[in-house]
């Protein structure tokens, strides 16, 4: 199919004869590759390499028939891991279809739960950031927590267990603190998405925290709940701004949802348990995947790799 590319895509076209096509796309994503990327990399705000510069990266360059053969097994190994990753998918999808049946669309609550505000179900603050933050992080074992994005994105989309990042008891002042069981919502970046937190620290004023009141929701409930598709319609038809939406505190508060009666959502907690289990043991399957994928691409180009002749 023929395509046409803007001036900031480079066309990597393998030569016929000398260059497998599978074998340049797994080289390109290499370690060794990449280190050559990123020196070669132009720093500036706009990052990126010039074609020039490009044309001077090296690939390992075996025969065509030893390339057709690594390339056959990379591929094998990435398939085994597109597949794991499609076995989360459904788990996350499972749990969104059980909580339909259980408790019906949030949008028309069929069901007719009662609607409460955000307010009446959770204590609603937003997160708060020292600056310059630089002058705060720290090494320290006595630092605290600092939760960034990239930590959810960590610990497998749902959780927050560890951050990468702490900061100083000065900065923590400045902050917004939080503990495990409290709901974060970004309020720009991942727009509106729900987290859970495993652990205590501070978050920055890109988060909202919702901590929940004493007896007041199930935490499984609430977590599909403020994921749902209906939430999330929601809060973009509130949030001002025409391209880039924002969450804010008083837009949270007001807004209404089902609450279904407890019992009823400590029973769909019970049924998301199973289910995170098994997501628990896929996860770190993937894990030992993408460990030995790394480990077969590290030793693919640097001309360790056993093959089997054919």
């Not at 020292?130 to 939760?147: C, E, L, M, Q």
């Not at 497998?156 to 919502?185: C, N, Q, Y």
């Not at 727009?191 to 495993?198: L, T």
């Amino acid at each position: 199919m023929p395509l046409v590319f803007q001036r900031s895509v480079a066309v990597l076209r393998p030569r016929s004869g000398q260059v497998a096509s599978r074998f340049l796309f797994h080289a390109i994503q290499s370690e060794g590759f990449q280190a050559q990327l990123a020196r070669a990399t132009n720093q500036s705000s706009q990052a990126g390499v010039y074609l020039g510069k490009l044309k001077n990266l090296c690939i390992p360059l075996v025969p065509l028939v030893e390339q057709q053969r690594i390339a056959a097994i990379l591929d094998q190994a990435d398939a085994l891991r597109a597949k794991r990753r499609a076995a989360l998918a459904q788990l996350d999808a499972l749990a969104q279809s059980i909580f339909l049946d259980m408790f019906g669309d949030p949008a028309t609550n069929p069901m007719g739960w009662p609607r409460r505000s955000l307010a009446d179900v959770f204590d609603i603050a937003r997160g708060g950031s020292p600056r310059p933050i630089d002058d705060f992080i720290t090494d320290s074992p006595d630092g605290i927590n600092w939760v960034m994005i990239g930590d959810a994105t960590d610990s497998g989309g749902k959780f927050i267990t560890r951050t990468k990042k702490r900061i100083k008891p000065e900065g923590a002042r400045r902050s917004r603190a939080v503990k495990p069981g409290d709901f974060l919502l970004t309020n720009s970046m991942s727009f509106g998405r729900p987290y859970i937190m495993k652990t205590s620290g501070c978050i920055h004023d890109g988060w909202l925290v919702l901590s929940p009141r004493a007896g007041a929701i199930e935490t499984e409930y609430f977590y599909t709940l403020l994921g749902s598709a209906a939430m999330y319609a929601e809060f973009v038809r509130l949030a001002p701004g025409a391209t880039v939406k924002n969450l804010n505190i008083d837009l949270v508060r007001g807004v209404t949802v089902p609450v279904a009666p407890l019992e009823l959502q400590k029973k769909y907690a019970s049924l998301v348990a199973e289910i995170d289990e098994v997501r628990g043991r896929s996860l770190a399957s993937l894990a030992r995947m993408d460990d030995l994928f790394g480990s077969l691409q590290t030793r693919a180009f640097s001309g360790t790799l056993a093959l089997i002749p054919s």
